[in-house]
């Protein structure tokens, strides 16, 4: 099975600046998606960003960006201009159409956001 | 905005006592599934379902765990017999096929077995 490997269990940054999440993952796939996904405290699971493997360029949405680093098997999060509002659990996350559609999940980046 | 529903959203049980977990999945979704979180440690894949079927489970998905979806809104999880193990957040989730490949979650079901 897949691995995702998320190294960083706590981060915290400043309101209005910038951190960069880090994940990894294991596969010898060449077709997969990537995801963060973001969970605030006792809320659901939302999508933040998302990959597609055959991708080169970088997604970004709004202050969210990604650096994909396919050989490397590195997909890290960055968030810019940090607000109050990005403090919550992030879970890095690596789909394969080859297995189900299964979802394998990071164990989760705690992002602590100081005013 | 749709979204996938969960209830209850906490239930306590007495080990060996069977616990059904409902979730409503967003309407036009095709896939399901049901994840857990043990508390401090990461989400964890139990099974999919599609076209009215298992399409994968994980070895967490053993005998005492089943899902159903058995009027065409509701897909649950029934635990037969639970453990003080079973304890854990669960997530219930849909994904409208595989082109969009993005996973809606409910808020979840704490289960917490005495």
């Known amino acids: 099975a897949q691995t995702v490997t998320q190294s960083q269990p706590e981060m915290s940054v400043q309101e209005a600046e910038t951190v960069t999440l880090s994940c990894t993952y294991d596969t010898s796939e060449s077709d997969y998606y990537l995801f963060w996904y973001k969970q605030p405290p006792s809320r659901q699971m939302i999508l933040v960003i998302r990959?597609?493997?055959?991708?080169?360029q970088n997604a970004t949405e709004n202050r969210f960006s990604v650096n994909f680093q396919k050989a490397a098997k590195s997909f890290s999060l960055k968030i810019s201009d940090s607000q109050l509002g990005d403090a919550a659990m992030y879970f890095c996350?690596?789909?394969?159409?080859?297995?189900?559609?299964?979802?394998?999940f990071g164990t989760g980046t705690s992002l602590t956001v100081i005013p | 905005e749709p979204e996938v529903t969960q209830t209850p959203s906490h239930q306590v049980t007495q080990m060996g006592q069977e616990v059904i977990l409902r979730c409503v999945p967003i309407s036009n979704h095709l896939y399901f599934y049901w994840y857990r979180q043990i508390l401090g440690q990461k989400v964890e894949f139990l099974v999919s379902?599609?076209?009215?079927?298992?399409?994968?489970k994980s070895e967490i998905f053993d005998d005492q765990f089943s899902v159903e979806r058995p009027d065409g809104s509701n897909f649950t999880l029934k635990i037969r017999s639970t453990k003080l193990e079973d304890s854990a957040m669960y997530f219930c989730a849909s994904m409208m096929n595989t082109n969009t490949g993005e996973l809606f979650f409910g808020e979840g079901s704490r289960l917490t077995v005495l």
């Open positions: 996350a690596y789909r394969s159409p080859n297995t189900g559609n299964q979802f394998y």
């Open positions: 379902f599609y076209n009215n079927e298992i399409s994968e």
């Open positions: 990959q597609e493997a055959y991708k080169q």
